[in-house]
């Protein structure tokens, strides 16, 4: 059958006959060691999007203690494999091309059986809202240990959870109470540690090479931008699905805001997708700003964050990027819950929360809101700017302003 004709039977009817056909086959069967393989395996499970890499990246250094005699590969979203890729913590990087793993069932089964060649010893999903191709994959890697969140129900079933966790040998527990992404991670390596782990000792990290840094400055230095003469900022105006973006225009007005007031040089970033958004900014602006969409890899962009005065974007992976590099970042919320998702521990006095209402205390959450990003007004943006400049700014040069 052709992936075309596939497509036309809804999609929890081809999923779950993949499911049923893996499942009956490998689902808790101990794949056989064979000679001269690595005698301990571990083997790490994420697929999910760039933000949640990210937040789930202080888990790396932990699991490479606790797991110091073993070789550890870690499967990702190949969307992610170039910030993955220089991971000091782990062995082996195993992409996974997601959509493909959905709908093509040959690309599914190869995909298992390779993972089943290692022989893993141990296998850990460290996903608190458990997503079914993360589950199968761990059920049936065929290491002998298999362990997993407990979590809740937001990306599963609870029939299908239940069934699940049959497979598993370990389900850790998680409190009950509500808490932040970054604080059921710590939570879940407390308890394979056994001990505590601080706050401190638990901040997303990401991993440059000096190549690079290189090509960042070469981009810098042929637009003529310095670091310790120009106020770089860097706008992000994309996202990966249209509720969570502030439109282009106001991206352009405050643009032009920061030029006016600050004498500022503008940097609009994104990925190949975000290229027309990027444009549409651009075109609005009454300046000709650094455009880079597309032309960056995440690592690369990382180093550009690095070396820039402070970020503005949606609620997206490029914001977790910044905070883990450091950098003044003012995150625009309105369809996540930042109490949930938003930058932890730093830069917190930045954010622009049009998830709540006026004076509401909400509750962290996963519930999303819709049609909130328009509420997000020019001036509450600069208001935020205003702060991050004057806290976090390191230079005079840094601090000019006209009529601020």
């Known amino acids: 059958m052709t992936v075309s004709r596939l497509r036309s039977i809804p999609y929890h009817v081809v999923t779950g ?22 005698s301990n395996a571990l083997l790490l499970i994420r697929t999910d999007q760039i933000g949640d890499f990210i937040l789930f990246t202080p888990m790396l250094k932990h699991l490479r203690t606790i797991y110091r005699d073993y070789k550890i ?8 494999l170039n910030l993955a890729e220089a991971c000091p913590h782990v062995d082996h990087i195993i992409p996974l091309k997601v959509k493909k793993y959905r709908w093509n069932f040959l690309y599914r089964l190869n995909f298992i059986r390779n993972l ?22 761990l059920y049936c890697s065929g290491a002998a240990e298999r362990i997993v969140f407990d979590g809740n129900f937001s990306n599963m079933g609870r029939s299908l959870k239940s069934k699940n966790d049959r497979y598993y040998t370990r389900v850790i527990k998680s409190p009950e109470k509500a808490n932040t992404e970054l604080e059921r991670n710590r939570e879940f390596v407390e308890h394979l540690s056994e001990r505590p782990i601080s706050q401190s000792d638990f901040a997303p990290e990401l991993w440059l090479t000096q190549e690079d840094r290189s090509f960042v400055s070469g981009l810098l230095e042929q637009a003529n931008l310095e670091l ?33 007031r600050y004498v500022a040089s503008i940097i609009v970033c994104g990925g190949p997708r975000d290229i027309p958004l ?10 000709n700003p650094l455009v880079l969409a597309g032309k960056t890899t995440l690592r690369q962009s990382a180093a550009l964050l690095e070396m820039c005065a402070l970020f503005i974007g949606n609620e997206t992976g490029p914001l977790h990027m910044a905070v883990a590099m450091n950098v003044p970042a003012v995150g625009l919320y309105g369809y996540n819950n930042p109490k949930r998702v938003g930058p932890y521990r730093r830069f917190a006095e930045l954010l622009v929360d049009a998830y709540g209402e006026p004076g509401e205390d909400y509750p962290i959450s996963m519930e999303h809101r819709l049609g909130r990003m328009g509420r997000i007004t020019t001036e509450e943006v600069l208001g ?7 806290r976090h700014a390191p230079g005079p040069p840094w601090r000019r302003s006209r009529g601020a």
């Not at 870690?74 to 969307?79: A, C, G, I, S, T």
């Not at 990027?278 to 300046?287: I, M």
């Open 17 to 38: 006959v993949f499911r049923f056909a893996l499942r009956g086959a490998y689902a808790g069967v101990r794949a056989c060691p064979k000679a001269g393989r690595h």
């Open 73 to 80: 590969s870690l499967v990702v979203n190949e969307q992610y």
């Open 116 to 137: 089943r060649r290692t022989a893993f010893n141990t296998a850990i999903y460290p996903l608190y809202s458990r997503e079914p191709i993360g589950d199968e994959i």
């Open 228 to 260: 310790f003469r120009d106020l770089i900022i860097v706008l992000f105006p994309g996202a990966l699905w249209s509720g969570r973006i502030w439109p282009p225009d106001n991206y352009a007005r405050l643009a032009n805001r920061l030029v006016e």
């Open 278 to 287: 990027a444009s549409a900014v651009a075109a609005q602006t009454n300046f």
């Open 384 to 390: 935020r700017v205003r702060t991050a400049l004057a």
